[in-house]
């Protein structure tokens, strides 16, 4: 019997280096979190003229394959244009969503306040993967709790699974603040 490999499938398999594609995150976005990110853009453009004049400046001094500075600067610049590249990418792709009209229920942009068994309770907003945040409690739609509260009412238990442990929470109140 002849099996033939894909040699390279069975070289990355092997080294370790192969992924799996990540999956593309949800292309949702608030209307404070797209003007933010149109915010950063312009911001990355005003510093991106900075940062060219100091590596223009910094190539002047002669040689560059010891000159701190320049080294520094286009390392820089490297960083601003991929951000800069990765906006321009992604920005087209979102889809800005507003305030739903059903104000009972956990949807985009929702913040949830919830209580597990112990009595503990917890806030969150459910965002997009853009505006992920968690020192700002904000949650992204993508992550198992937002999957698990989305279209969820007032006392309403909703269960999900955290590293291997199974959690049951509680939902005690949904606000939408403009």
């Known amino acids: 019997m002849s099996v033939e490999y894909d040699i390279g499938l069975l070289d990355r ?8 594609p990540a999956s593309e995150s949800s ?26 004049k100091a590596v223009t400046a910094a190539a002047a001094e002669g040689d560059r ?5 320049y080294i520094y600067r286009k390392k820089q610049l490297r960083e601003i244009d991929s951000r800069i590249a990765y906006l321009q ?3 087209p792709k979102l889809t800005v969503v507003r305030q739903t009209e059903d104000i009972t229920k956990v949807f985009f942009g929702a913040w949830i306040t919830i209580k597990d068994f112990s009595g503990k309770e917890r806030r969150y ?5 853009d505006e992920f945040d968690i020192n700002e409690h904000y949650i992204t739609v993508d992550s198992p709790l937002a999957k698990s509260m989305m279209g969820k009412m007032i006392n309403d238990k909703i269960v ?9 929470l509680i939902i005690i109140n949904i606000e939408y603040i403009i």
């Open 13 to 20: 398999l092997i080294m370790g280096r192969w992924r799996a």
């Open 27 to 52: 292309a949702y976005i608030t209307p404070e979190g797209y003007r933010k990110l149109e915010q950063e853009n312009t911001t990355l453009w005003t510093k991106r003229n900075v940062v060219t």
């Open 65 to 69: 394959s010891e000159n701190a500075e």
């Open 89 to 91: 990418r992604r920005m």
């Open 125 to 129: 907003r459910i965002v997009g993967a």
């Open 160 to 168: 999900f699974e955290r590293q291997g442990v199974t959690q049951a």
